[in-house]
């Protein structure tokens, strides 16, 4: 029976140290994937969502545009925010801060455009009546929920991919394999949003 010696015994430990350090890698790589595609996953939700707004615009604006003498400006300024959320597109969005800022801006703009045109309806009573109207206005109002529910998945989901890439070994293995995984964008509030609205009575 033949005994291993010293010189046997540091290639059998050198060996042991980088299976260890490469099962470590590999583990922590797979790890960094399944957040990256859960962060990718979420955003696609955020992205169905704004679509499902989008495609209720050109129904809401035929509907409204019915109501004799509605305000001409306020159905432009809708249309006009729908063109422009179609206009922002980055194949890197969510890595990238000026698009995904950009991206927000649009969508932002769509949604305060949109509440306009329902404020406005008010003064509609026949418009408001109607239940093609009613029916649009309570799509749209479930819809801005789950958009505030979906950005606050994304959120989460691109706070784990954060954490887990900025920790320690991590780290090392995101920085390793460099545009692979690079930090995600968070949703912020609209600016002025801390400020609670004065009601005048």
């Known amino acids: 029976m033949r005994t291993i010696g010293r010189t046997g015994l540091v290639a059998i430990t050198i060996a042991a140290v980088f299976l260890v350090l490469g099962g470590s890698c590999v583990a922590t790589y797979n790890r960094l994937v399944r957040l ?11 992205e ?7 495609d209720l615009v050109p129904n809401l604006v035929a509907t409204v545009k019915g109501a004799a003498a509605f305000e001409r400006e306020t159905i432009t300024a809708v249309t006009d925010a729908r063109s422009r959320v ?3 597109a980055a194949p890197d969005i969510t890595t990238n801060p000026e698009a995904f800022r950009a991206n927000q801006q649009a969508q932002d703009a769509l ?16 418009l408001t009546a109607t239940q093609a109207f009613r029916d649009l206005q309570a799509q749209l109002e479930g819809t801005e929920n789950r958009i505030a529910v979906e950005r606050m998945r994304y959120n989460e989901a691109a706070r784990d991919f954060n954490a887990a890439r900025a920790s320690f070994p991590t780290s090392i293995v ?10 995600k964008q968070f949703f912020t509030a609209k600016p002025g949003s801390e400020t609670p609205p004065q009601v005048r009575f």
């Open 111 to 126: 949604g305060g455009a949109l509440s306009r045109l329902l404020v406005v309806a008010e003064a509609y009573p026949n």
């Open 48 to 54: 169905n969502v704004y679509q499902r707004r989008a």
């Open 86 to 88: 179609g206009q922002v």
């Open 174 to 183: 995101a920085g390793m394999f460099g545009r692979r995984f690079v930090e």
């Open 36 to 46: 990256d595609q859960a962060a990718q996953a979420q955003w696609a939700q955020v």
